[in-house]
């Protein structure tokens, strides 16, 4: 069966940009969850929904982030006014139990 | 806050040879972990928990909470073993607190 998809797989911004970056989970999966990976680093918890509700966003780095999830189903995430330091891979992971999570392949993100 | 530190960024052992992957944590409460990995050109995966008490390719991991440790073994290396493995905990509300992870390297 699919797993989790993201897209798009690989972004080049420049700095000062909008992006959207796009996660479908595996379908059922009340759970979704979007991390940051710096080179070199595990993921870092970014935001969490259950179904449509945000129920988490306190890893979000700054109000330039926000993620939406208005269907329950696919997430975005939005970067806007991008900068160097938000280079990093984003990873969608959905969940059907606690704690047990599927990730997607991620999207590496270039801001120059 | 809550902390997972695994102390080897890179970890290289002869296939046959024993492993152990170290995996120390903080946290206040009843500690739920996980160990993930990621093969090469592959996504993260769960490769165990610590509540399922199951051994998975080999692998076991054992709760030590006098060490706060849960460190990730296997008797005898394989080749197919080696890729970055990471250590995870769950955190109030669901979400994962992960280590920085540790190379895992098995040489023929």
């Known amino acids: 069966g699919a797993g989790v998809s993201q897209s798009p797989r690989y972004k080049v911004a420049k700095r000062g940009q909008d992006v959207a970056l796009r996660c479908d989970p595996i379908s059922g999966h009340v759970s979704l969850f979007w991390y940051q990976q710096a080179l070199g680093q595990g993921p870092e918890f970014l935001t969490y929904f259950q179904n449509e509700a945000q129920l988490d966003k306190s890893g979000l780095p700054s109000d330039r982030f926000f993620a939406e999830r208005p269907e329950g189903s696919v997430s975005t995430l939005k970067i806007q006014r991008t900068q160097q330091e938000d280079s990093a891979v984003y990873l969608c992971?959905?969940?059907?139990?606690?704690?047990?999570?599927?990730f997607g392949p991620g999207t590496r993100l270039t801001v120059l | 806050a809550q902390r997972v530190t695994q102390p080897e960024k890179l970890l290289s052992v002869f296939k046959g040879a024993p492993v152990e992957l170290k995996c120390n944590y903080s946290y206040s409460g009843s500690p739920e972990l996980f160990w993930y990995v990621q093969y090469s050109r592959q996504r993260l995966q769960l490769l165990l928990r610590?509540?399922s008490r199951e051994s998975i390719k080999g692998f076991t991991a054992d709760l030590n909470k006098g060490e706060t440790s849960f460190h990730l073994k296997k008797p005898f290396a394989q080749e197919e073993d080696s890729a970055m493995y990471y250590c995870a905990l769950l955190e109030y509300g669901n979400k994962l607190v992960f280590g920085a992870g540790t190379i895992l390297r098995v040489k023929s």
């Open positions: 610590h509540i």
């Open positions: 992971a959905s969940s059907p139990r606690v704690g047990e999570q599927f």
